[in-house]
């Protein structure tokens, strides 16, 4: 067995059971390791630390698989580990057939990404570690989930990083059909595997859309009338649907894809919804909603889930910026009593950053504003208290106040 060993000090975190190894950290190897070979992590004084999966160019040297030095990484460690995932999800099948069925660290296997979609399960393999055990993890994933295709989208620009090179392609039983059916809290979602957005649909906002959808219920309830919203960074309309099925009088959906707007029209349609009430605009957010604040147009409920603005510490402060200007303009079209659903998928923006990042656009529209809940990325997005990088997606929930 290799070991990799780390230099003075830099055993702290993985002492805390964090799970990455950073090349800086590393004082030598013992050999030469081969891309995502185990290799054995040991103290500058030879204490062992982790077994871990090995990258020879990824800044992030080593990805760690287990902190017990007891356990052999082999076949039945790898099953274990994804019947596990799996079992742990069954709950949420009462509610929707579109799951993240593996998330990665937190799932005990580091670049790991499966979700599933009826019976065709998504796999994305982001390191080494996991990529020199592909064939492996698609068997073992046909056999606990019982699908009848596993699709490979591993072409997200963390393969790069890796030393990898991207990938999309059928691993394993039939091709997809164009479009999946995925339904959600009494929902129905089209969803392109092949060349939808991550691996076809943003699962992570489960808990997100049956908020939207019960605060839609609510405000008919209250005001006897369907809301007016506006929902931007639309992709193929999941809040926009779940507005809708609330019982939405009007929700504007915006994106600057017709692609993504095309696949949300026909999802209006799958579930039935009345054309006058879905309108979808293909234009740039930040363009299109300056142009609505000069129109004078006001909205009951705005919601912002932009795309990641932020892949790295270097961009943050751009970032930042451009999270101001779409929560300014979107809190300056809320109507009195309005409410705003916000968020950021960028890892590189703290829940501290972002709830700043809001504050400051609050007190620059000159409203009064109530942060009433919180969002995350729900049951199968579980956050690793040892890894708080797993916590990508945050998002708030304000109402502006008299």
């Not at 579109?98 to 580091?110: Q, T, Y």
């Not at 790069?160 to 990938?167: H, I, T």
């Not at 929902?187 to 649909?201: A, E, L, N, P, S």
């Not at 109530?370 to 916590?391: K, S």
């Amino acid at each position: 067995m290799i070991d990799l060993i780390l230099k003075k000090g830099k055993e702290r975190s993985l002492l805390r059971r964090h799970p990455w190894v950073f090349d800086t950290a590393v004082q030598r190897l013992t050999g030469k390791a081969a891309s995502g070979e185990t290799v054995r992590v040991v103290s500058h004084d030879g204490r062992f630390l982790a077994w871990a999966a090995f990258s020879p160019v990824s800044t992030l040297r080593a990805r760690c698989w287990s902190f017990d030095e007891t356990e052999v990484i082999d076949d039945a460690w790898f099953a274990k580990k994804i019947h596990d995932a799996v079992a742990a999800r069954e709950p949420l099948r009462e509610r929707s057939n579109a799951l993240r069925l593996i998330f990665g660290e937190a799932d005990g296997l580091p670049g790991l990404i499966v979700d599933q979609y009826a019976d065709c399960v998504v796999t994305q393999f982001q390191s080494a570690g996991v990529e020199a055990h592909r064939e492996l993890i698609a068997d073992l994933l046909m056999k606990e989930t019982g699908c009848r295709t596993i699709f490979d989208r591993s072409d997200a620009a963390t393969r790069k990083r890796e030393g990898l090179e991207m990938r999309s392609e059928l691993l394993r039983g039939e091709e997809p059909p164009e479009a999946i059916e995925a339904v959600e809290d009494g929902v129905r979602y089209g969803v392109d595997v092949r060349i939808g957005h991550k691996t076809g649909f943003y699962v992570d906002q489960r808990e997100s859309r049956l908020t939207a959808q019960k605060v839609a219920e609510e405000f008919r309830r209250v005001h006897g009338r369907g809301m007016r919203a506006l929902n931007c960074f639309c992709y193929t309309g999941g809040f926009s649907l779940a507005l809708l099925k609330g019982g939405a009088a009007e929700v504007v959906s915006v994106d600057s894809s017709q692609d993504a707007l095309d696949m949300a029209k026909a999802n209006a349609e799958r579930n039935g919804f009345e054309a006058n009430r879905a309108k979808f605009v293909c234009e740039d957010v930040f363009t299109y909603l300056r142009k609505l604040r000069d129109a004078g147009e006001t909205f009951d409920l705005v919601i912002l889930d932009p795309p990641k603005f932020a892949s790295n510490h270097h961009q943050v402060d751009r970032a930042a910026r451009a999270y101001k200007d779409i929560n300014l303009n979107g809190l300056r079209l809320l109507t009195p009593g309005g409410q705003l659903f916000t968020f950021s998928c960028s890892g590189a923006i703290s829940v501290e950053l972002f709830q700043k990042i809001v504050a400051g656009a609050v007190f620059d529209a000159h409203v009064n504003a109530w942060a009433v809940g919180r969002f995350g990325g729900g049951a199968d997005h579980p956050l690793l208290m040892t890894y708080p990088e797993g916590e990508y997606l945050k998002g708030l929930h304000l109402l502006v106040r008299p």
